[in-house]
């Protein structure tokens, strides 16, 4: 529910954390581009076809867009600050944000290092693994890397809001394959499945197995992931709130795991008194634990052992680190690795998201442009608000909880207060390395701290007036359903976004439409599902929610009929509720203009231009299976076309490319 990446209230293990941050910093928005275009044919294309042309996919990165270069600059100036604070190491306060900052940097580019102690860490793990005779040996040995690392191996569990009410439960994490269901059915692109089975075969062998048994149990992994495929969640269900707060008993969830042993697993992750787990998938888990039999022992074992080296592989010595970087470049069409300082820098960053926030924020944010962002939305909002009042297809109940909710909105702008620290401190004891601490030791270390502190959350109350969404640096923006709020961190406030000196339709184009669409989600398929506390509550009416339906379930046909680039066409099932709030926080924009041609001129050119989008063709297929965002000229085309005041604005008629006959353009707020 937010422009690039989901938004989440509460954040996994390191180990988690890093594996995702491999594969968002790749991921951005993107298409094909063409010159001498009307804007009357292809809006997207005529404004942005000279940006396209003069921007060029870094040799490190996946994707070009706005959102990436200004991330990429953000990551870029951060890396300044971090190396200055790196050049002090040794004389900060023990626990404070300099400490942890240098010495974890410091640990994370000493190679020699981390050449020196990672192996044997990992073999230390593993072998009690390799040795096991039995499940019962095995499922032990599985319980030691847990507890020695704070991350499972097939098992693990993180804590979130229940649904109805406030309490923090745990949600059950199952290990997947690293293809998503789709591309176990068909092969992305040519020698995909190959080069995965041999970076699987590499890092056995890294592992201690001899060449001939690390293909083997390749082949065999892959087979095997391949059968579990059919039982993954599809994109659109990933991205299903109804899916995703699935909740069974501790009774039900033992009867799913009648193999591995749901008694033993709990007890080993101290949950035996939790009566009640999120558990999103049950089919997938019912699948995986029929695959825990004697006759599976050694596959199991293999499996294990690859989980781990693959799981530590950001952090471990420079071979296996190299063996993964390698295998993601490869399969995202990046040409070039990050140097080391660079993958240094950007590991603390992300892992001590908060303490360099902090220092973004010192640098890159003014309380006036955090007031006028805040004027900004509280005008969007009540737009929305006089809109909700003057609908005509809402019975008076539900408009009434419609517009409680709105009122209800949570906002914040920027970053975190001074008083508003992480729920879970990230990395709470980096010890320095003249003490030991070398990288691989902090990141199990730490990670077993930050599972400690998951797991005294079990049991307490969710607070629903903290910032949760992004850290201040990031180029985003959010609606976060569980508390009913939105987050724009100080990262996107920055041209082409936001421009205190631009015109102000360039500003409504731009973040204005940008907060519109946060709203907007408050009220899509997925929100509405949500009451204005952040419960996951039904406050329809049967016939309004019908109406609601209706007019929603147009979203995806209408956008299946965009294409992509290299014959793709969007999925528009997929896209439908972040369409809805592009055009939705559009709708809101031209409102805003009240007519006047040259704001409402700003407002479309600004729009496009925020999404030009550029990527390699690896990436356009991962985003167009598995990104519930539409794609650059879609995304824009799309909802332009759906826009009445588009038509004024350009003077768009019947026949020209961006014309959808007005029965045909899709409408929800």
């Known amino acids: 529910m937010n422009l690039g990446e989901d938004g989440a209230v509460m954040k996994g293990s390191i180990k988690r954390q890093l594996a995702a941050v491999i594969?968002?910093?790749?991921?951005?928005?993107?298409?094909?581009?063409?010159?001498?275009?009307?804007?009357?044919?292809?809006?997207?294309?005529?404004?942005?076809?000279?940006?396209?042309?003069?921007?060029?996919?870094?040799p490190t990165e996946a994707s070009w867009s706005w959102f990436s270069e200004r991330s990429l600059e953000n990551k870029k100036a951060l890396r300044k600050e971090v190396e200055a604070i790196a050049e002090k190491q040794g004389t900060y306060p023990k626990g404070s944000p300099e400490q942890k900052i240098a010495d974890l940097y410091v640990s994370a580019l000493d190679n020699e290092k981390r050449n020196e102690t990672a192996p044997g860490k990992l073999k230390a793990l593993t072998d009690p693994i390799k040795e096991a005779r039995n499940l019962t040996e095995l499922t032990?040995?599985?319980?030691?890397?847990?507890?020695?690392?704070?991350?499972?191996?097939?098992?693990?569990?993180?804590?979130d809001r229940i649904p109805t009410g406030l309490r923090y439960i745990p949600r059950i994490l199952v290990t997947e394959p690293s293809f998503t269901r789709d591309e176990l059915e068909k092969e992305p692109q040519p020698g995909a499945w190959k080069a995965y089975r041999d970076y699987v075969a590499h890092v056995l062998e890294e592992a201690g197995e001899t060449p001939d048994k690390a293909a083997a149990h390749s082949e065999a992994i892959f087979a095997m992931e391949q059968k579990l495929g059919p039982h993954l969640l599809t994109s659109e269900q990933r991205n299903d709130v109804t899916v995703q707060n699935r909740l069974v008993s501790q009774g039900e969830l033992k009867k799913l795991m009648p193999h591995m042993g749901a008694q033993t697993i709990l007890a080993g992750l101290d949950l035996t008194k939790e009566k009640q787990f999120f558990l999103?998938?049950?089919?997938?888990?019912?699948?995986?634990?029929?695959?825990?039999?004697?006759?599976?022992?050694?596959?199991?074992?293999?499996?294990?052992?690859y989980q781990v080296y693959n799981g530590f592989a950001p952090m471990a010595h420079i071979k296996l680190r190299d063996l993964q970087r390698d295998y993601l470049r490869q399969r995202f069409g990046i040409a070039k690795a990050h140097t080391d300082k660079e993958g240094a820098s950007r590991m603390v960053q992300f892992v001590l998201s908060y303490e360099v926030g902090q220092i973004y924020m010192k640098n890159h944010s003014t309380a006036a442009v955090v007031d006028d962002v805040k004027d900004m939305i509280r005008e969007i909002r009540d737009v929305y608000k006089l809109r909700l009042e003057a609908n005509d297809w809402l019975s008076p109940k539900t408009r009434a909880k419609a517009i409680e909710k709105l009122n209800s909105l949570r906002v914040f702008v920027g970053g975190p207060a001074d008083d508003d620290k992480p729920i879970i401190e990230s990395m709470p004891d980096v010890i320095a390395p003249q003490d030991g601490g070398d990288l691989l030791t902090n990141i199990m270390h730490n990670s077993v701290l930050e599972r400690q502190q998951v797991h005294a959350l079990l049991g307490t109350n969710f607070n629903p007036d903290?910032?949760?969404?992004?850290?201040?640096?990031?180029?985003?923006?959010?609606?976060?359903p569980e508390n009913n709020s939105i987050t724009i961190p100080a990262g996107i406030l920055q041209a082409p976004f936001y421009d205190a000196k631009a015109s102000r339709g360039a500003n409504l184009g731009g973040i204005g439409v940008v907060i519109g669409h946060e709203i907007s989600h408050a009220f899509d398929p997925n929100g509405s599902k949500y009451d204005s506390e952040g419960r996951l509550?039904?406050?329809?009416?049967?016939?309004?929610?019908?109406?609601?339906?209706?007019?929603?379930?147009?979203?995806?046909?209408?956008?299946?009929?965009?294409?992509?680039?290299?014959?793709?066409?969007?999925?528009?099932?997929?896209?439908?509720?972040?369409?809805?709030?592009?055009?939705?926080?559009?709708?809101?924009?031209?409102?805003?203009?009240k007519g006047d041609e040259t704001v409402l001129r700003d407002i479309y050119h600004s729009f496009a231009a925020i999404f030009a989008t550029k990527m390699t063709d690896q990436m356009l297929l991962y985003l167009i299976q598995n990104d519930p965002h539409p794609i650059g000229e879609a995304r824009v085309n799309g909802a332009l076309s759906a826009t009445d005041g588009f038509y004024k604005a350009y003077g768009i008629t019947s026949g020209d490319g961006m014309y959808v006959a007005p029965a045909k353009r899709v409408h929800l707020w």
């Open 23 to 58: 594969l968002m910093s790749l991921m951005g928005f993107g298409a094909v581009y063409a010159a001498d275009v009307s804007e009357k044919d292809n809006f997207y294309q005529a404004v942005n076809h000279g940006v396209l042309q003069e921007k060029k996919i870094e």
């Open 140 to 159: 032990k040995a599985l319980q030691n890397v847990s507890e020695k690392t704070g991350a499972g191996v097939f098992i693990d569990y993180t804590a």
């Open 280 to 305: 999103s998938n049950p089919d997938y888990l019912q699948h995986f634990d029929a695959l825990y039999t004697a006759d599976n022992l050694d596959l199991l074992k293999s499996y294990a052992v």
């Open 466 to 480: 903290k910032w949760y969404a992004f850290a201040p640096q990031d180029v985003n923006a959010a609606y976060i």
């Open 537 to 593: 509550k039904n406050w329809w009416t049967r016939r309004d929610s019908e109406a609601f339906q209706k007019l929603s379930a147009a979203f995806g046909p209408y956008y299946d009929n965009y294409t992509v680039g290299k014959g793709l066409h969007e999925n528009g099932k997929l896209v439908s509720n972040e369409a809805i709030a592009d055009c939705g926080g559009l709708s809101v924009a031209t409102e805003l203009a």
